[in-house]
């Protein structure tokens, strides 16, 4: 039998050269047990899907209008929560927004996308207090992570995405479809081959649409109050997948796109 490189736990040494950079990537096994490999083999972390992607962003949230429509001075602030090697923070960068991100992985941080400044991001646990203020970003992006988190942290980690997010919340999550059953993967638990395909990226909660949406309002109704009440906004999210280019969004409408405003 081949032997995997899947952990027990993805602590933060998983997410390393292999997993981001490496031309073959980490070894899983296939439900027949053969050897498999996966990995995003990017050396430099490049996507040319960032620039659209945040341009949809900038025309939707009118992020690059405050300085005139808001009695709030300087640029808008952004989060960027699980941001790798900086690929999006750098691009918000470039339209003027005041973006910071953070990561589990010290290898990414390291090993930034090469026009990303190091001072723009950190190395940050998301399962432990985020260090920021209350209503200090003005949208806050969390792309891909939430998959990638154990089921006992999820609610803290959309509390600290409620506490910190002043307006905006841009959510995409890799789902199953409404009758898959999905997984969730516990903490030191044996994985089973039949699901080494889909944990190799790291995904130990995956499930429907439906299991976000109910998590997310029962966070929402925990942290309300008068000035903290948010609401989905579907119309956005079909706006958004408007103006992106199909080859660029056709993998993340597999999955589960959301996003959310704060009630004024």
């Known amino acids: 039998m081949s032997n995997t490189d899947i952990p027990k736990t993805f602590d933060q040494k ?21 050897e498999q490999r996966w990995g995003y083999q990017n050396p430099t972390g490049e ?3 960032c620039g659209p992607i945040v341009g949809a962003w900038n025309e939707i949230f009118n992020l690059s209008k405050r300085n005139t429509d808001s009695t709030e001075s300087g640029p808008c602030k952004a989060l960027d929560v699980g941001c790798g090697r900086g690929q ?38 998301a399962t432990q207090k985020w260090p920021y203020g209350d ?8 792309l891909d992570l939430l998959e990638h988190i154990y089921l006992e942290d999820i609610d803290f980690i959309l509390d600290e995405m409620y506490r910190v997010a002043r307006k905006w919340i841009f959510l995409q999550i890799a789902t199953v479809g409404m009758s898959e059953k999905g997984y969730i993967i516990k903490k030191g638990e044996n994985i089973p081959i039949e699901l080494e395909g889909m944990a190799v990226a790291g995904h130990v909660t995956v499930q429907p649409r439906d299991f976000w949406i109910v998590k997310l309002k029962s966070r929402e109704l925990k942290n309300r109050d008068n000035d903290n009440r948010w609401r989905l906004r579907d ?8 103006r992106v280019p199909n080859d660029i969004i056709q993998n993340w409408i597999k999955n ?9």
């Open 135 to 142: 209503k200090t970003f003005d949208l806050v992006i969390v």
């Open 235 to 242: 119309d956005l999210v079909k706006e958004f997948i408007r």
């Open 256 to 264: 589960t796109l959301l996003v959310l405003e704060k009630v004024e």
């Open 47 to 49: 996507w040319h899907g």
């Open 14 to 34: 998983y997410y390393d050269h292999y997993y981001f950079s490496d031309s073959k990537g980490k070894k899983f096994r296939s439900s027949d047990g053969k």
């Open 88 to 125: 999006f923070t750098t691009y918000m960068r470039d339209i003027g927004i005041d973006a910071h991100g953070f990561d589990f992985s010290e290898w990414a941080i390291r090993n930034l996308y090469p026009r990303c400044d190091k001072e723009w991001v950190r190395v940050h646990d």
